[in-house]
């Protein structure tokens, strides 16, 4: 034992001594984009070696080498690379000419990863995929991220006032058709309602990439209408910064300095960075005091909220490998807040939510043939339901004894996902991979402990035809422990090159939506009605058709317009929905009763001129009436009934001052949809429309120097606060006939500090 001892002693320092005793010298320079521009965060690495590092801003970088021949190569974001040859020589400096890449500037700030093999150009990506770009999220001043999406073309929020969730709709599809991921991982959710999206902290947001259409394929479930993938930030260069940020926002008319009525939002963030090591913290709040509308007394229209944020991050990173660590962890609390009536007590409710999210993820590029990505998470949520009787007179709080008071939600999930990138040739190579879900509940609603294996192969394959034609076929095979799923899912997408300025792109894909656990598990009993869940559930699933046509009308350095017109046909079978039980008047089941159509187009318009950046879109959505079939008994009702959008996000940098000047806006047309209603003649399909509205914010951001730059603006600057809902009673997401859509104007003020040192 001490033999070995010594000789491990031994070994570790005559690696000391090699390594202290290596000869070489420093090589130095700078990156240039193809139009001459300074690239930033270029990897920078010495082949077979160690060594790297990245280009800081203004392209420049330094990196040691030993003695000896040696192979400098330079990495963007796109993963292309450009090999130096060189002679290093002991003790010596060099200084090599500027490297131009092949990518222009904004190539490499329109690089998108979602559903790619490797990150690449929107140009050269055979997905239609819409990006929010950090500087845009900067512009917006949000301070959740539903601040930044309710002016895009296609989505569409609703809150469910009695629960404070705020869920998206996508192309017609509400939130359980929608797959939220953070860096590429899904996001658990306990219901249809999208709670994660409003749990992600939008200081960390490196942009948000957005792509329309089933991605059942590579995502698996719940990616009928598409995805959202947020990108978190990641540092670049090798030094330590610290950000912190503070915004103060009213409510309306309601405000209270740091605490009280109003938005209040606090965040610092920490980021260390060296010889591709990254350490990074951060902790944000955010309290919203509610919002008391046309409410009175101790009742508010918007719940107050109060929410925790909190993340840390390492990881390590080289030129042929990349792992890193992130864990997300968010304490959120809303409360309902009863009315007072002619009893002397009144009920309270109060929701509690936690969320720790650890994510593990790590890439590994072999060669030019092969790399290998794999992502695990973790997930630990609870909901709990805590309702209490307060007694006006004395003051004393009391747990509430009523059926269905209390209530407790504790769901896990266990994530595993890995893919293989190979090239066989230049032109043709092959993705296949594995997933691993593993879903459990337990609480007073749901039956038992269930758990939800599911196991997953799927395989896709881009092929370069020739110089004008991408096709990327797939297919996703799947078996789960519970529910009957598709047997297989396939996918086609295709991109041709019709001029170089000039792109369309075709795809076909089957999505599918499993049956979630509560769907499945969920048990709910009150003194009005029933709620149980079904095992016999059967897997949504959709067959959808997309395609686009992108027109690159002017591209330059200081000039670029681009305009995209696409259109799409999804058909959905075996809809997941509540129903009564055949003989009772008030027990509800979860069934496949419903089949649902939508289709539609949208016309997206980009220019980007000097300081001048906007956006114009107009979109036309439809949605299938399942009751337009039933002519003879519910009379004779149109297939598809329709709503326009109509949305522009312009911002313009005025250079004297350094301030930009922002405005974004979105027009939602009435939207309809048909219900059945019981009358003296008989049951009949009515009419119900929630009338259009129109949304507005205006901001600036001021940059006052290296370190410091200050926000303000107004939100909702139109005054929206409800939209009428009429032809339907009021349910959950109502109020009294109106549909709940914002707190009325209100106006914020933020300031920002970044400091950092090499």
């Not at 700030?109 to 950090?134: F, K």
């Not at 092929?463 to 996918?491: C, E, H, M």
């Amino acid at each position: 034992m001490r033999q070995l001892l010594l000789l491990l002693i031994l070994l570790f320092i005559s690696v000391i001594t090699a390594n202290a005793q290596e000869k070489g010298g420093f090589i130095s320079g700078t990156v240039n984009t193809a139009e001459g521009r300074p690239a930033a965060n270029v990897l920078v690495f010495i082949k077979g070696q160690k060594s790297i590092t990245y280009t800081n801003d203004k392209g420049a970088f330094k990196i040691f080498a030993a003695e000896g021949p040696q192979i400098l190569i330079f990495q963007s974001v796109t993963k292309k690379q450009i090999e130096t040859p060189l002679q290093v020589v002991s003790n010596q400096h060099q200084e090599l000419p500027a490297i131009r890449l092949k990518e222009n500037a904004y190539e490499l700030n329109e690089v998108v990863i979602t559903g790619q093999y490797e990150p690449q150009s929107l140009r050269n990506s055979v997905y239609n995929v819409r990006t929010i770009s950090a500087e845009m999220i900067r512009l917006r001043g949000a301070t959740e991220l539903k601040n930044i999406l309710n002016t895009e073309l296609g989505i569409r929020f609703s809150t469910d006032r009695p629960t404070g969730i705020t869920s998206p709709e996508l192309m017609g599809v509400s939130g359980a058709g929608i797959k939220i991921l953070l860096d590429g991982v899904p996001m658990m959710d306990r219901g249809t309602g999208k709670e994660s999206l409003g749990q992600i902290d939008v200081n960390t947001v490196e942009r948000i990439e957005i792509v329309e259409g089933p991605m059942s394929v590579i995502y698996g479930t719940d990616a009928m209408a598409g995805v959202i993938n947020i990108i978190t930030k990641r540092g670049g260069q090798d030094q330590f910064s610290v950000t912190v940020r503070a915004q103060e926002e009213s409510a309306g008319k309601e405000y209270d300095a740091f605490s009280g009525k109003g938005i209040h939002n606090e965040f610092i963030g920490l980021n260390w960075q060296k010889k591709g090591w990254q350490l990074a913290a951060s902790g944000s709040r955010n309290n919203f005091g509610g919002w008391q509308g046309l409410k009175t007394g101790r009742e508010q229209e918007w719940l107050p909220k109060d929410q925790w944020l909190t993340s840390a991050t390492a990881g390590y990173k080289n030129g042929k490998f990349d792992i890193w660590y992130r864990f997300n962890g968010a304490d959120e609390s809303l409360k309902l807040l009863g009315p007072i009536s002619n009893s002397p007590r009144v009920s309270d409710k109060e929701y509690i939510s936690k969320r720790w999210f650890h994510q593990l993820q790590g890439s590994v590029y072999v060669n030019d043939q092969l790399s290998i990505d794999a992502a695990a998470a973790y997930t630990d949520y609870s909901r709990r339901t805590l309702s209490t009787d307060l007694e006006l007179a004395t003051g004393k709080e009391t747990l509430s004894t009523e059926l269905g008071a209390q209530d407790l939600d504790e769901l896990g999930t266990i994530f595993f996902r890995s893919t293989v990138q190979y090239k066989i040739l230049p032109e043709l190579s092959l993705q296949p991979g594995i997933e691993f879900n593993r879903n459990s509940g337990q609480g007073q609603r749901i039956s038992g402990s269930p758990v939800i294996n599911d196991y997953s192969f799927f395989l896709s394959t881009q092929w370069q035809l020739n110089d004008a034609i991408q096709l990327k076929p797939g297919f996703r095979l799947t078996k789960n422990s519970v529910y009957s799923a598709p047997p297989i899912i396939p996918s086609l997408h295709t991109k041709i090159k019709l001029n170089k300025d000039l792109d369309l792109r075709l795809s076909y894909a089957r999505g599918f939506r499993a049956p979630m656990l509560r769907e499945l598990y969920f048990y709910y009993k009150d003194t009005n009605h029933d709620i149980a869940g079904n095992l016999d559930l059967k897997a949504e699933y959709s067959n959808s058709f997309h395609g686009s046509l992108a027109w690159a009308v002017k591209t330059s350095p200081d000039l670029r317009f681009n305009t995209i017109l696409s259109g799409f046909f999804n058909d959905y079978k075996n809809k997941i929905d509540l129903g009564l039980v055949e003989g009772t008047t008030n027990v509800n089941t979860y069934l496949n009763i419903a089949k649902n159509k939508t289709t539609g187009g949208e016309w997206n318009n980009t220019l980007y001129w000097k300081g001048l950046q906007a956006s114009v879109g107009f979109a036309y959505i439809g949605q299938y009436n399942m009751y337009s079939e039933d002519k003879e008994t519910l009379g004779d009702t149109p297939k598809f009934v329709w709503t326009p959008e109509l949305n522009s996000n312009i911002s313009y940098l005025v250079p004297k001052i350094n301030t930009n000047v922002s405005l974004f806006y979105k027009f939602t047309g009435e939207k309809s949809a048909y219900i059945l209603t019981n009358g003296s003649q008989g049951t009949t399909a009515r009419l119900s429309k929630v009338a259009a509205y129109h949304m507005a914010d205006m901001t600036l951001n001021k940059t006052i120097n290296k370190y410091l730059s200050i926000n303000a603006g107004v939100r909702n600057l139109l005054d929206v606060t409800r939209v009428r809902i009429s032809g339907e009673e009021a349910g959950a997401h109502t109020n009294d006939g109106n549909s709940p859509m914002g707190y009325g104007r209100s106006y914020f003020l933020g300031l920002t500090m970044n400091w950092a040192k090499k």
